[in-house]
């Protein structure tokens, strides 16, 4: 009777470690939800580069994008759970399925395999607020109520959210003005008819290197390496305040062991190139790296936090 329990799971442990010698075997296609020349599409595009060069395999990255996201993720999480068809996302990706009510996938159809990066949202003010940091902008914000608008990359984007969370936390009002794209919300900053900006760090850094726009903080745990000398929000009045605009590798749910650490090593590899760390470096991001396991238990504590923030905010499309 062992012995035949033990030819049983050996029969089926073989399967698994055949599946790792010899995973991947063909391309793997790596989807980025968004239009060329944002964040997503940069790190994407040298992340499939690094993977490619090491494993011997292409590696493709597939623009796809569509509702905010969603129309490429719902293709990761529809696909064949064998690692040929993996995500690159943001936190939209945990945040549309709480703020829109037409999301086509749901988050138990995907599996994390690493968190790559992360990143602060920069808070920028026009020249003219007179304001030189947090703490004097939440006191301006008490002595002005109402008074304050601040614009995002959309609504639901994380720096949106961002916005929403310290009002939400330190109980001052502000308007959002949501933009098509940072880009397109710095014009209306630098003339002063929106006052705030929350944006990434890659869409500051051109306006604030020259002081059209100043930042006044950051919303990390710690301070950004690109703006060392801008205090966070936790250290400016609101301990704990924690934001992070990371980027991470998803894959559909139920993908074998085998290949789900294939790839998370691969992509570790791929993080610890210097061309990839300079790529990073130039739109303040920090590398990661993270076990898969670590990597679902940080996604499902932002769902959670992020759905708190929408409902409590009452943030709707």
């Known amino acids: 009777m062992k012995r035949f329990a033990l030819?049983?799971?050996?029969?089926?442990?073989?399967?698994?470690?055949?599946?790792?010698?010899?995973?991947?075997?063909?391309?793997?296609?790596?989807?980025?939800?968004?239009?060329?020349?944002?964040?997503?599409?940069?790190?994407g595009r040298n992340l499939a580069q690094r993977m490619t060069e090491n494993l011997g395999i292409s590696v493709v990255a597939e623009n796809r994008p569509g509702a905010g996201g969603m129309v490429g993720t719902d293709v990761v999480a529809r696909s064949a759970p064998d690692g040929y068809t993996i995500l690159l996302m943001d936190p939209a990706v945990v945040i549309?399925?709480?703020?829109?009510?037409?999301?086509?996938?749901?988050?138990?159809?995907?599996?994390?395999?690493?968190?790559?990066?992360?990143?602060p949202v920069v808070i920028v003010?026009?020249?003219?607020?007179?304001?030189?940091?947090f703490a004097e902008l939440l006191a301006y914000a008490k002595a002005n109520p109402g008074k304050l608008n601040f614009a995002s990359a959309g609504i639901?984007?994380?720096?949106?959210?961002?916005?929403?969370?310290?009002?939400?936390?330190?109980?001052?009002?502000?308007?959002?003005?949501?933009y098509r794209g940072i880009g397109a919300a710095y014009p209306d900053i630098m003339s002063g008819k929106v006052q705030l900006g929350f944006s990434s760090i890659a869409g500051a850094v051109p306006f604030t290197a020259d002081n059209r726009v100043k930042a006044i903080a950051t919303t990390g745990a710690v301070r950004s390496s690109v703006y060392p000398d801008v205090p966070t929000v936790a250290e400016s009045g609101l301990a704990g305040f924690d934001v992070d605009l990371w980027t991470?590798?998803?894959?559909?749910?139920?993908?074998?062991?085998?290949?789900?650490?294939?790839?998370?090593?691969?992509?570790?590899?791929?993080?610890?190139?210097?061309?990839m760390k300079a790529t990073l470096a130039k739109i303040g991001?920090?590398?990661?790296?993270?076990?898969?396991?670590?990597?679902?238990?940080?996604?499902q504590a932002e769902f959670e936090k992020w759905k708190k923030v929408i409902v409590d905010g009452k943030i709707k499309l």
Request: no cysteine.
């Open 96 to 119: 549309n399925p709480t703020l829109q009510p037409d999301a086509p996938y749901d988050l138990s159809k995907l599996q994390t395999v690493s968190i790559i990066g992360s990143s």
């Open 7 to 43: 030819l049983v799971l050996l029969g089926l442990l073989a399967p698994a470690t055949a599946l790792a010698q010899t995973y991947p075997s063909k391309p793997i296609r790596l989807v980025l939800p968004y239009v060329p020349g944002g964040i997503i599409d940069g790190v």
């Open 285 to 299: 991001v920090e590398p990661r790296g993270t076990a898969s396991a670590e990597a679902s238990a940080f996604t």
């Open 156 to 178: 639901g984007t994380a720096p949106h959210l961002a916005g929403e969370l310290v009002k939400l936390r330190a109980g001052i009002e502000m308007t959002h003005v949501p």
């Open 125 to 133: 003010a026009n020249p003219a607020l007179p304001v030189k940091n």
């Open 248 to 275: 991470g590798v998803l894959g559909p749910a139920g993908m074998p062991p085998a290949v789900l650490a294939k790839l998370n090593s691969e992509i570790g590899k791929a993080l610890a190139h210097p061309e």
